[in-house]
Nanobody, 118 residues
């Protein structure tokens, strides 16, 4: 198992920046993939960004604005969010995917609120 603790959310004006952090209780070298999802009120949870084996993938809506990165020494994954828009307002969840025998196991953080508003 793995515990994920997110931090860094808050209120920011449109055009501003935030950096989210997700600290893992497990060595991230043993984690197949780590990423961020978000869920806005009344909407389904959606993938924002994910990193696995050195490759990254982003939702079209955040490409060129958000960057996912990892600090292996700190077992932490980050989401740098620039040029934030009101549409980015959501609860952001960290995700860890761990490979099992013929399956994957998914673990979620508790979520951190990001509000973009003037």
């Amino acid at each position: 198992q793995v515990q994920l603790v997110e931090s860094g959310g808050g209120l920011v004006q449109p055009g501003g920046s935030l950096r989210l952090s997700c600290a893992s209780s497990r060595d991230i070298f043993s984690i197949n993939a780590m990423g961020w999802h978000r869920q806005a009120p009344g909407k389904q949870r959606e993938l924002v960004a994910i990193t696995s084996g050195g490759t990254t993938e982003y939702a079209d809506s955040v490409k060129d604005r958000f960057t996912i990165s990892t600090d292996n020494a700190k077992n932490t994954v980050y989401l740098q969010m620039n040029s934030l828009e009101p549409e980015d307002t959501a609860v952001y969840y960290c995700l860890a995917r761990i490979a099992g025998i013929g399956t994957y196991y998914y673990y979620w953080g508790q979520g951190t609120q990001v509000t973009v508003s003037s």
